[in-house]
């Protein structure tokens, strides 16, 4: 079946550093896949997206591109900041279907 | 505000009792879902409905029953509580336009159920 494997946490950084974690996927076809974020006590949101081969999906400064080749959707900042301290999960939605399917999940914690 | 919102945020309750969470969205959208976050933050869809109609069921037990009265409302009935239905619950909507596949999914702050 569909399946998506991040990278195990909790990952820490310092503040300004550069993020990457890691996302790989497992699915028929050619699926949507997609970055959610959620912040201490809150629900999930939308962070990017990208629906198709080498789209490259952005928004806060946060950025991943789809890698069909290797089956990954690597999330990358060049300079975190505390508030991006948060618990992000890889997702993956094909076509025709509304289920999402979700990674375990990486805890980021940024120290000032 | 325009949101999905649900209620209780906080549930605890004895085992074998019976609850219900409540789903509300004011998007407009016609498809709402459940998930269910475990312990170790693991996120798993439930139950899809689509105007009312029930399009996801996931391998969930039967002692779990999705109700939606309206478009915009869809609640969680659970059955003879156990320990393991202890998590996080979240309710999410979207608009399907088009192709399946292709809306985006918003979620509500979730409802952390405790069972003792």
């Known amino acids: 079946g569909d399946s998506v494997t991040q990278m195990e946490g909790p990952v820490t950084l310092s503040e300004e550093a550069f993020l990457t974690i890691n996302c790989t996927y497992t699915a028929t076809g050619y699926p949507s896949l997609f970055w959610y974020v959620q912040y201490p006590g809150e629900g999930l949101q939308l962070l990017l997206k990208a629906t198709k081969a080498d789209d490259k999906g952005s928004n806060k400064g946060f950025e991943a591109t789809y890698r069909k080749e290797t089956t990954s959707f690597h999330l990358e900042k060049g300079s975190v900041q505390v508030s991006d301290s948060a618990v992000y999960f890889c997702?993956?939605?094909?076509?025709?279907?509304?289920?999402?399917?979700f990674g375990t999940g990486t805890r980021l914690t940024i120290i000032p | 505000d325009t949101a999905v919102s649900q209620t209780p945020k906080y549930l605890v309750t004895q085992m074998g009792n019976d609850k219900s969470i409540k789903c509300e969205q004011n998007?407009?959208?016609?498809?709402m879902y459940w998930y269910k976050q475990d312990s170790k933050k693991f996120l798993k869809i439930m139950f899809s409905?689509?105007?009312?109609?029930?399009?996801i069921n996931e391998t969930v037990p039967n002692r779990f029953s999705p109700k939606s009265p309206d478009k915009a409302h869809l609640n969680l009935h659970i059955n003879s509580l156990e320990l393991g239905d202890s998590a996080v619950y979240f309710c999410?909507?979207?608009?399907?336009?088009?192709?399946?596949?292709?809306?985006?999914?918003?979620f509500g702050p979730g409802t952390r159920l405790t069972v003792l």
């Open positions: 998007l407009g959208h016609d498809t």
């Open positions: 999410a909507s979207s608009q399907v336009v088009g192709l399946a596949g292709n809306s985006e999914q918003f």
């Open positions: 997702a993956l939605k094909k076509s025709m279907s509304e289920k999402l399917t």
């Open positions: 409905y689509n105007n009312k109609e029930l399009i």
